[in-house]
């Protein structure tokens, strides 16, 4: 499970919002020091992000929530967006080639069919991308309600 601390904005007739700051991986490693991207990193203001979700269960402003999401799904939605396209590509540049088209019409062939693929991916990208749930509510009192939210 790849999880996110966030924290709750609203609760109303089973839907939660809950915002969170979004994380960069860069600056995590040993070459964060001498690295370019992760001077680049810290110096770009933290986003925050925010989410609508179905929880049945009140909860109150300002609690503290863990938000998960299965790597499994995570890794299959990627994976459909990123190598339908991908492949369309190549499928329509080899069959072009096997067959003997001209250099244009085979990469004409391969953006074609590696546009359907594009087409597909987002036909099914929103029915298989994961959706996060809460898992756990870790404070809901009004002292950490009024405290400034700290991932």
Known sequence: MITALGRVEAWQDGWVTVSWR????CG?????????????A???????QQLILPYETPLVPGAQVHLSIPEQQLVTA???VYLLPLLGLLLG?????????????TLLLGLTVGSLGFWVARTLAPRLTPVPKVTQ????????KNSEFQP
Not at 22 to 25: G, L, N
Not at 42 to 48: C, L, P, T, Y
């Open 42 to 48: 810290k110096a770009v203001e933290v986003k925050r």
């Open 93 to 105: 540049v080899g069959l072009g080639s096997v067959v003997g088209l001209a250099e244009l019409l």
């Open 28 to 40: 995590h490693c040993e070459q964060s020091e001498s690295c370019g991207t992760s001077a680049v």
């Open 22 to 25: 979004a994380q960069s991986a």
């Open 78 to 80: 990627a994976a459909l």
């Open 137 to 144: 509510v870790l404070s809901t009192s009004a002292q950490e």
